[in-house]
Structures are given as C-alpha cells and as structure tokens.
C-alpha cells in the first residue's frame, strides 16, 4: 500500500514546516512570506513565476546573474545550422512584470539555516523559503585534458549560449573530409537525450554541407534512452555516423586540445571538430547552500523538493537527484509547478497535496523527424517512480508522417513552454 | 450547413472570451488555484498553451469544453483514438484522477461547461 508512507511523509514534512519555518502558517497571519529563487532556467524562471501566480501576497525574488537567457532545447538544430540563436534566447521582462522582484546578480553566499542570501554586490535577501535551480556545472576535473581552457578549443555546447555558436562556427568552418568527435559522459547529466540529438544533428550537417566527412560518437555507456529508435534513423540517414560504445572500446578518457585529439580506452582520434560533454555536477549554488551530497548532486524531498541536507531550501530543476525523475527542460517545468503549489501550502501551514507530473521528451534525429519518450511519475515509498504501464517510446515501426508530426509537436512544445515560463 | 460548421462560430466567439478572461486579471478564485491542483493537472500546459496565439499544432487548455478532458483521456487509455505521446500519458491516469483534473480547469473557468447554442 503506497498511500500510507506518503501521507506519513506529507505529514512530516508538515510537521517539519512547522518546526523550522518563522511564524506559522506566515500567510494565514496576513505576513507576506518571503521566497527567493537563485536560478532562472526553465525550474526557477517557472518556480518564481507560478509561486508569486498561486498567491499574490508572496514576496518572490528571482535570482539570476544573465539579462538573457539562453534556453538549451533546440541548441541542437542551432549548431546544425538549422536555427537562429535568437530563437533560444528569453529575457525576464515578463516575470518581472507579473510582480517577481527579478535582481541580475550572482548569488555569491547562502546561509541555509539563517535562510539568507549574499548577491555580488553584498546585498543581503532573506527569506522564509529559499529555492535553488543551479542548474548543472560542467566538471573539469573528470576529464584529463579537458578543462576550462580546452573547452574553447573543443567546445562542450551543454550550456546555451557562446558555446553553442562556437561549435556551429567551428563546424562550418572545417574542412570537408574531417572527422569530428563526439564525446558523451556516463549518467547522471543533463537531458542524456538531446546528446543523441546532437549527434543525429550534427551528422545531418556533416551530411548536407560537408559529405566526405564523418562523426565518431564515443560513449561512456552501453545503452540510452530511446536506442532504437536513434539507430534505426542513424542507420536509415547517417552512414557517416559511427557510435563506439563502452563494449566497442569507446569510452572517453582524455582529450589533448592542442594536438585536438580525443582519446578512447582503444584508440586515439584526431579531430578536426570535438565536441567533448563532460560528467556534470549540481551548480555550485547547491554547494554554497549546503544542498549537494558527496555524488554533486541535490538529494531531495519526493513531494515537496525540499533538500534532505538542508530543511527549508528546496532544490529544483537539473541540480536534483529525485528518483526517476528526468533532467530534463519539460521536466523541470512540470516539478516546478508542482513544488509551487506545495511551498504555498507550506507557508499556509498545510500539507502539500499529493504530487504527480508528465514529462514528455522530443529528440530530432533530423529537421523532419522525431520521437519522444514520455513518463508518468509520482512517489512511491519515498521515491519518485513511473507509473507502470505508461509512459514509454515512439512506436519503432512508425511511418514518416508520424515521425514528421513528433518534430512538429517537439517545436510546439518549445513554443509553449517557453511561453508559460518567459511569455 | 453541418452543426460542426453551426457551432464553430460561436465556439470561436466563446474561446476568446475565455482567453481575453485569462489574459487580463485573474479572478479571485483563481488566484491560489494553484494550490488546489489535483495530482498531474500543472503538466498539462507543458504542451497545450493555457492561451491561444502560441505556435504549436496542439489545441490550447482555452479550447476544450466540459467533458472533452475526460473523453480524450479516456479514448486516448484505451486506444480508440489514435496518438502520438498522449495514449502514454493518459495511461498513467484513474478515471477519478482524470475527472478531478477537468473539474479543477473548469473551476478556474479556463474550460467552459459547452459550447453556447447555435441559434
């Protein structure tokens, strides 16, 4: 029986607000509870927004550094050449003017039990609930060779923005009859998908705009997500693609970016493009605020996303670890709402409802094709599960219009969700 | 003319005055909405826009009527209407969970119990 432990669990966590928050319940007082968000991706831009939407008397800060941001789903078809990079980019105008008091400035310092935050410019915000959405930190310590400064000779592109347009640069400017590398961590990272995505885009370029060349994809795994579904298309589209698993001796274990090679745990490649995605990390936020376990991931409260390291901070988006739950951008979107309805029922001094989301996935593997993987989930026991018997992949079989009709679903919910959260 | 042509002026008329309804101040009892959601009733406008004039071939919350959440998942569970992702998704839904979710739209007035009569 399911329900028992996650109304014990409810109860607790009630029991915990109660505990550890500042008069309680702040709201039924007539206070207006104050909540800062330290990060505006897809979970806190939505955390802020849907927060200060469910009740207007909140006092909700959005914390974030850029002006500009600079969304990764769709990076893909921009290194391809296929997008603008406009197309990626959201300013917080919009949230701002829904009343989010939005500051542009790191957030340098979190003081988790005292809940205050240090920005760059030594301001202070405190606060009754704090949420961090870090986002992920590519480590440069995982990888031999491959650091900050090799990053710019062999970019890594898994965050929207310089890095996207330096590999489309160096991709149209190689010459044709190279091989470009393709260099893809174990998991946990973010959205293992889009890695898959990226290598079915890139081989359509090289296919399109340079066809002697060719794509060398080595993998620090054996499976992925959606597996058949991506080889059935490289096998029908991209000859020029090979995939080199772990088993096949594909397994990245250095880069030398001067020479611009790529090493293997069989072989050494030279490449004329890399493109190396290095293990990840929670951001470092999630180490300032206490929040990040030995793993450099965020633990978390599966109804509520509250930390277990750290009660009264919850953690959202790509830095949590939470069971099956995927890092991914719909993903985020999807908890962030979620967490929002139960942070305002915790400062109510009521129980968080019983939480339950979709997460649906679009990956291309080519400008008119694409398929999806889709989840149900909600708590069990603790942890967050699928529900059996839904959820699942794109049909294996399926004809071209359908594939057609997911690439045209995956650009409408990139539309509308960054609509619900920037719009 | 066929009553689909008959009702789709005024079904037209009915979706705006809900869209200019969400796009202007919320009612008040839609403002802590939010903390009534039933469990799954926030995913949904990952991929159906709470208001028209998004970009997506998908039909926008704004634009369903009464019973037609209930009905979709339903047909969409059982594989009498064919799908691409929602036959997965509604399969991770109770019928109690499904009816819960389209009262809760309707409570916030985002769908509208049916279409207005053709006169």
């Avoid at chain 1, 197309?87 to 105008?93: I, K, N, P, R």
């Avoid at chain 1, 019983?354 to 400008?367: D, E, M, Q």
């Amino acid at each position: 029986m399911t329900a028992s432990p996650t109304r014990r669990q409810v109860l607790a966590a009630a029991a915990g607000a109660a505990a550890s928050a500042l008069p309680c319940p702040l709201l039924a007082e007539g206070a207006a509870p104050r909540v800062v968000v330290i990060g505006g991706g897809f979970a806190g831009a939505t955390m802020a927004r849907f927060l200060k939407r469910a009740d207007r008397r909140l006092d909700v800060t959005l914390v974030e550094p850029n002006p500009v941001y600079a969304a990764c789903p769709f990076s893909n078809e921009v290194i391809a050449g296929l997008r603008d990079m406009d197309a990626q980019l959201f300013s917080y105008g919009r949230i701002a003017a829904e009343g989010v008091a939005v500051v542009h400035q790191a957030a340098t310092a979190v003081d988790g039990r005292a809940r205050s935050v240090t920005l760059g410019d030594g301001a202070k915000l405190a606060c009754d609930r704090l949420v961090v959405a870090p986002g992920v930190d590519l480590r440069f310590d995982a990888l031999p060779g491959y650091d900050e400064a090799a990053a710019k000779r062999m970019p890594h592109a898994w965050k929207a923005g310089e890095q996207t347009l330096l590999l489309r640069r160096q991709l149209e400017a190689m010459d044709d009859g190279g091989t470009v590398v393709v260099a893809l961590p174990a998991l946990p990272y973010r959205c293992p998908p889009s890695s898959y995505e990226r290598a079915s885009l890139i081989a359509h370029f090289l296919k399109t705009r340079k066809p002697r060349s060719k794509l060398i994809v080595l993998d620090a795994k054996d499976t992925f997500s959606m597996q058949r579904l991506f080889q059935d298309a490289w096998k029908e589209f991209y000859p020029n693609l090979e995939w080199a698993p772990v088993s096949s001796g594909g397994n990245p274990t250095g880069v030398d970016a001067a020479a611009m090679t790529v090493s293997s745990d069989f072989d050494t490649y030279k490449a004329a493009v890399a493109n190396i995605i290095p293990p990840q990390r929670a951001g470092r936020i999630a180490d300032l605020a206490g929040v990040a376990d030995r793993t450099g991931w965020c633990p978390v409260d599966p109804v509520t996303f509250e930390s277990r390291l750290m009660p009264g901070i919850h953690v959202l988006g790509d830095a949590a670890i939470a069971g099956a739950v995927p890092k991914s951008a719909f993903a985020a979107n999807a908890v962030a709402k979620v967490c929002a309805s139960a942070v305002v029922r915790l400062l109510r001094g009521e129980p968080p409802a019983a939480p339950k989301f979709v997460n649906t996935c679009y990956s291309l593997a080519a400008p008119d094709y694409g398929f999806s993987i889709a989840g149900v989930y909600q708590p069990v026991n603790g942890q967050w599960l699928e529900v059996e018997g839904a959820g699942g992949v794109s049909p294996a079989d399926a004809p071209p219009w359908f594939r057609s009709l997911e690439a045209k679903l995956a650009h409408g919910w990139f539309n509308t969700v960054t609509a619900e959260v920037f719009g | 003319m066929s009553d689909r042509a008959k009702a789709a002026a005024p079904r037209v008329a009915a979706f705006l005055a809900v869209a200019l309804i969400r796009a202007g101040a919320m009612p008040a009892q839609a403002a802590d909405a939010l903390s009534e959601a039933p469990p799954g009733a926030a995913s949904c406008s990952g991929c159906h826009p709470a208001h028209p004039g998004v970009d997506t071939p998908l039909t926008p919350l704004a634009g369903f009527y009464g019973s037609d959440i209930v009905m979709a998942m339903q047909v969409f569970r059982d594989g009498r209407r064919p799908a691409t992702v929602m036959d997965r998704i509604a399969r991770g839904f109770s019928d109690e969970e499904i009816e819960a979710i389209q009262a809760w739209y309707m409570a916030q007035r985002v769908i509208i119990d049916a279409p207005p009569r053709a006169k």
